[in-house]
């Protein structure tokens, strides 16, 4: 298992994000951008516009999350833009079969998130259709959350059911990804971890991810090998 840092820039000064994004190229896997519409979550950020710019000035391959009603009108649009990767919430799609596809028609990966108080299990079906799984660990639609740790077995249950699956499936968390709660995602079976707070909050977000790193790869190493 590899582990990937995908911070949010939800955290970041958004008048200047082409600069926030550049303070954090040369350790980042992705850039995670929270797409919101003030309908299916209670805030409203960006949309395809500003995808479509910071595209023109980051070489960081982005990670769309899309909290929105109606996905299946705009997904596609996110992934012919140039995201490398877009996540739909299971509990705002009404075809998901038909988006997570249309996602990958467009050769971006396709992602599946899941609020806390929604389960992994109905879903199963739906592995072969995706490329990551998001558990969310906080409500979605602020940052500066307080992680649920009432999620960590689902993160568990969703591991098991992904390695019974057998595929190349990422499972991600994001929602108070902090040095001390990114271990316990880890061992629970979290291989990506986006942070919002704890990297463009922090007054050096290069040094942050090299230590949200180095304790998910300690936590996932006794994943890995129990005992
Ligand atoms: C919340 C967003 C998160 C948010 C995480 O709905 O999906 O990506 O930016 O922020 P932190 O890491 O501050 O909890
Ligand atoms: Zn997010």
């Not at 996602?103 to 990551?132: C, F, H, K, W």
Request: include cysteine; charged fraction near 20%; hydrophobic fraction near 45%.
């Amino acid at each position: 298992m590899t582990v990937q840092i995908s911070p949010s820039v939800l955290a970041a000064d958004f008048a200047r994000l082409a600069d926030e994004a550049a303070s954090v190229a040369s350790v980042a896997d992705w850039l995670h951008l929270d797409v919101m519409d003030g309908h299916f979550v209670p805030n409203l950020t960006i949309g395809l516009p500003v995808v479509e710019a910071l595209l023109r000035h980051t070489g960081l391959p982005l990670d769309c999350h899309l909290m929105i009603a109606d996905p299946e009108r705009w997904a596609a649009d996110y992934a012919s833009a140039g995201a490398r990767n877009v996540t739909i919430h299971a509990e705002a799609s009404t075809a998901p079969v038909r988006t997570l596809r249309e996602i990958r028609s467009q050769g971006a990966r396709a992602g599946l998130a899941l609020n806390p108080a929604t389960q992994v299990e109905p879903y199963a079906d739906l592995l072969p259709e995706i490329d990551m799984l998001l558990v969310m660990t906080v409500e979605p639609g602020f940052g500066g959350q307080h992680f649920l740790d009432l999620v960590l077995s689902k993160i568990a249950r969703a591991r098991e059911l992904i390695s019974r699956h057998g595929g190349e499936i990422w499972l991600q968390v994001d929602g108070g990804v902090t040095d001390e709660t990114i271990a316990r995602c880890a061992e629970a079976g979290a291989d990506v971890f986006v942070a919002g707070t704890a990297v463009f909050g922090s007054h050096d977000p290069t040094g942050a991810i090299k230590h949200l790193r180095e304790a998910a790869q300690s936590a996932a190493v006794s994943w890995q090998h129990p005992g």
